[in-house]
């Protein structure tokens, strides 16, 4: 890690995506942090506990035995009133699952940067997005980045979405394993006065430690309360969507990089395009530029906010184009396609006209996906746009046949 | 296209190839120049084979993919020299530098390298860590032949952003800091085509 | 009559409970397949009933005890085992039996 020279409240920085995160942590400075160790998270709870231990934050350090723990433990705290997170990666997020549920259930504003890596069995470290899309219905809030940079940004932006009065949900943040977490990169890091501005306080409305105004959480909630409790998550999705973008405007006018529901690359005037999540995005944006060049009109979009879903603003985003290729990083084994895949396609169905839809399942278990290899999948799109034929709804990118 | 150059180091778990790709990183962004440095994404152990990369640019660069195509490769460890993935994807015009006491003729002989258009330089390397950080880590004095092969920093440039980075790293060890400046120094020097 | 629930907009987000005490709205008389029956003319004023009792269900005035909260007794029958023998001021008896009584 190396920061370099102040320009305007920012920072030059050259960081791991790890780095990047337990860095924008420290500015953070949650009152407490509960977490578990697990590749390729690893440097984050690593990075952070040093922060503490050097005496640089001020950030209770609990040191669990186990990610159910880390999460029991971030829900025991935020519950009490104080801006509580943890990290975790793959398996640690499987093996918290019981308590992620509770801690969007219990309308706990915590949040947590994921490091995506794929789920055992058989046991693999490297990234595909299994992990998170397993939890893509747990009720928090979805943000995935593409590099360190938007790692960094997506977890500030984070802490003010989710303590936002009118959404009260949790946060993920993720970022790719390895491929973002531990490959270094230049990125601009706010100074730590901006980033406590930009966040604020955080003041918990029912915090469950105070004597004269007893809480209680958690408690049995059965047929007759049970639903109208779920009825108001999805009213806290539905406010997230405005926040979401209000927040990533407040931060544009502090940062000058901009954010929304997803990034549009080269899509306005295209006629194919492809849908792909995190650093894949980057590798296509080259794909894009070069495909360009040869004057083929072919663009790209890259979605942020997964969950809540954007139906209506991703519909509006590509209903333009003849064929749309959306490149799932995971799999749903419905044998109907991966997870965006299925959900962007049902996004579409209330347009007249519709682009053909095809879907690439990729790069599972960290298989490395080239240009080459997005460069064919914009063949197949012409191909489909010309003949007016999807050949296969779902594709395999890159396995031995 | 944004110009990248890209780079692969070769070395063996322990000897700091990965470190090179990322202090290599750091020193380049802080000059101002847009950088990659990850390591190759595979389980780590000492002696075995490992790779990492960098890819350096005075433009953005978005692209995650692994490096297939080097401009330069950096060989750490002479012993990794009869594997073919050494000499993988590099096309005419690419640097290859070698850490070997031997000269330039014998390496490309033993490379089985017969394309002329590709360049090939040598640096005693290990020899030159031994005698100025005391222990044989090859990975900083290969550096100072990188720059002198490839020019992607000024030297002087190059030289004061190893020496900031290398005073946060080893605060405590000032005698580290010394020693690896001399390391580089004599290696930009030193390296042979 | 069981009165309408308010709606998803009406009570706190999260399942939260704010209003502290709120148990005593919560009837659980019905749970009860015995009751306790009161004698204040045995009873010697010695607490343990309303000591043990799990529901405080045990009706007081300035003090004294003066008889069963039947809205929250569940009949669970300690207050009994709990009063002294010398005393015997209270007894069970099945709840249908007093409701067959009442009709």
């Known amino acids: 890690m190396a920061i370099a020279d102040n320009l305007r409240g920012q920072k030059r920085a050259a960081m791991t995506g790890n780095e990047a995160v337990a860095y924008g942590m420290k500015q953070i400075e949650p009152d407490v942090v509960a977490a578990y160790p697990i590749t390729p998270q690893t440097d984050i709870v690593e990075k952070f506990s040093s922060y503490v231990a050097d005496g640089e934050v001020d950030t209770e350090f609990v040191t669990v035995e186990s990610e159910h723990s880390a999460m029991s433990a971030t829900v025991g705290a935020a519950a009490a009133g104080v801006r509580a997170m943890t990290a975790t990666s793959s398996n640690g997020l499987a093996f918290m699952w019981e308590v992620v549920y509770i801690a969007s259930g219990s309308r706990l504003p915590i949040v947590m940067p994921v490091v995506n890596r794929a789920l055992s069995g058989p046991i693999n470290i490297h990234c595909d997005h299994s992990d998170t899309m397993g939890t893509r219905d747990s009720g928090w809030i979805q943000l995935y980045s593409e590099s360190a940079q938007e790692a960094y940004d997506n977890l500030i932006q984070a802490v003010r979405i989710a303590e936002h009065p009118d959404v009260r949900l949790p946060v993920m943040v993720m970022q790719d394993g390895f491929i973002t977490s531990h490959g270094m990169e230049n990125l601009n890091v706010l100074e730590d006065d901006l980033v406590k501005k930009f966040i604020g306080t955080f003041k918990s409305e029912n915090p469950l430690l105070q004597v004269n105004k007893p809480t209680t959480f958690g408690p049995l909630d059965l047929q007759d309360f049970y639903f109208e409790h779920k009825r108001q998550q999805v009213e806290g999705m539905e406010h997230a969507k405005k926040v979401i973008v209000d927040i990533a405007k407040e931060y544009e006018e502090l940062t000058g990089r901009q954010y929304s529901y997803f990034e549009s690359y080269r899509l306005d005037d295209a006629e194919v395009a492809i849908v792909v999540l995190s650093s894949t995005a980057g590798t296509t944006k080259v794909v894009v530029d070069e495909l360009r060049e040869q004057g083929l009109k072919v663009g790209l979009l890259k979605p942020r906010v997964l969950r809540p879903f954007p139906a209506e603003e991703y519909a509006d985003a590509l209903k333009h184009l003849k064929a749309v290729a959306v490149m799932d990083r995971s799999e749903t084994f419905s044998t109907n396609g991966g997870p965006v895949f299925s959900e962007l396609r049902s996004a579409m169905f209330e347009l007249e006209e519709r682009p053909l839809m095809t879907n690439y399942i990729f790069g599972l278990g960290g298989r490395d996906i080239w240009t080459k290899d997005i460069k064919g999948v914009y063949e197949d799109l012409f191909e489909i746009a010309k003949t007016g034929q999807v050949k296969n709804k779902v594709n395999y990118l890159g396995v031995r046949d | ?193 | 009559m069981s009165k309408q629930k308010p709606g998803w907009r009406d009570i706190p987000e999260g399942g939260l409970i704010i209003n502290p005490g709120s148990a005593e709205e919560y009837k659980t008389g019905d749970w009860r397949n015995k009751r306790p029956v009161f004698d204040a003319d045995k009873c010697i004023q010695c607490m343990l009933c309303w000591i043990y009792c799990p529901d405080n269900a045990i009706n007081l005035d300035e003090g004294k005890v003066i008889g069963i909260d039947y809205d929250h007794c569940k009949g669970c029958g300690i207050c009994v085992v709990e009063c002294p023998d010398r005393a015997a001021a209270l007894s069970l008896e099945d709840e249908h039996k007093k409701n067959e009584e009442t009709e």
């Not at chain 2, 380049?28 to 152990?45: D, L, N, S, T, W």
């Not at chain 2, 005075?58 to 401009?71: E, F, L």
């Not at chain 2, 360049?119 to 290990?126: C, G, I, M, P």
């Not at chain 2, 020019?151 to 405590?172: A, D, G, N, V, W």
């Open chain 2, 1 to 193: 296209m944004a110009r990248i150059t890209e780079i692969r180091w070769h070395g063996r778990g322990g000897q700091g190839a990965k470190t090179a790709a990322l202090l290599l990183a750091e020193a380049a962004a802080i000059a101002g120049k847009y950088v990659q440095g990850f390591p190759e994404y595979g389980p780590e152990r000492m002696g075995a084979p490992v790779t990492s990369f960098n890819r350096i640019s005075d433009q953005p660069i978005s692209v995650h993919s692994s490096v297939s195509k080097p401009n330069i490769v950096v060989v750490l460890d002479p012993t990794l020299l009869s594997r073919p993935d050494v000499v993988d994807g590099l096309e005419a015009g690419a640097a290859i530098i070698v850490n070997s006491e031997q000269s330039v003729e014998e390496i490309r002989v033993k490379l089985n390298l017969e394309n002329e258009d590709i360049r090939l330089y040598t640096v005693d390397a290990s020899k030159i860590a031994k005698e100025t950080i005391g222990r044989n880590i090859p990975n900083t004095p290969l550096m100072g032949a990188l720059i002198r092969v490839t020019e992607i920093l000024p030297y002087e440039e190059f030289m004061t952003q190893m020496k900031e980075q290398l005073e946060s790293k080893f605060r405590h060890k000032p005698e580290v800091i010394e020693g690896n400046l001399a390391a580089i120094e004599r290696a930009y020097r030193e390296v042979l085509d």
